[in-house]
Nanobody, 126 residues
Framework: QVQLVESGGGLAQAGGSLRLSCAASGRTFAAFSSYAMGWFRQAPGKEREFVATISNGGSLTHYTDSVKGRFTISRDNAKNTMFLQMNSLEPEDTAAYYC????????????????WGQGTQVTVSS
């Protein structure tokens, strides 16, 4: 099991940028480099949706269509940390953002992730 803590959320204007971080730790967790990681978000009154995922080594990434070209997922396995660089933010990006981990390959189905952070709020004003 791995503990995940997100940070970096906040208030941004439309067109602005934010960088989210997800730090992993845990007494029993396997090496961070064993986990595929993902970012999800949930806006008020909506279901949680997939944003981006990255393979355990960082060579494979996948994004939902609405963030392609604006968001970049990355990871630093030496620091047990994953990132989400968000540029050209839009009001529609307003949501709580969650990082998630799973042992295995990259997937977009949230049900297949076993460990979740508590979330960090991103609010984009127009």
């Amino acid at each position: 099991q791995v503990q995940l803590v997100e940070s970096g959320g906040g208030l941004a204007q439309a067109g602005g940028s934010l960088r989210l971080s997800c730090a992993a730790s845990g007494r029993t967790f396997a090496a961070f480099s064993s986990y595929a990681m993902g970012w999800f978000r949930q806006a008020p009154g909506k279901e949680r949706e997939f944003v981006a995922t990255i393979s355990n080594g960082g060579s494979l990434t996948h994004y939902t269509d609405s963030v392609k070209g604006r968001f970049t997922i990355s990871r630093d396995n030496a620091k047990n940390t994953m990132f989400l660089q968000m540029n050209s933010l839009e009001p529609e990006d307003t949501a709580a953002y969650y990082c998630a981990a799973r042992l295995g390959g990259t997937v977009i189905d949230s049900n297949l992730y076993t460990d979740w952070g508590q979330g960090t709020q991103v609010t984009v004003s127009s």
